[in-house]
């Protein structure tokens, strides 16, 4: 296999001439995920989550964040406001 074809697997939308990428990203992940987009360690993130500063989801015992709205949340300067996460979440519904 040359070089341009190893390129090619690789790149979004050339998995067989479709315009679909050839990955997943999933619509939540977990906390040491998160913090690995952030750059920031477990237990600040913990504490961001539960003043509201940084969008979340609690299902059950755990807490998810959605990529998107942790995106948004970094447009949006980083606010560490209590109650900032659900402004984020709600300028992303729309």
Known sequence: MSKAD???RMLPGSAGGTNEPDYTEPLLIDAPTACKMLCIGERRLWV?????AIPSHKIGKSRRYAPDELRAWIGAGCPTQPGAGDRVR???AR
């Open 48 to 52: 961001l989550s539960n003043c509201g």
């Open 6 to 8: 190893q390129t090619a």
């Open 90 to 92: 709600k300028a992303v």
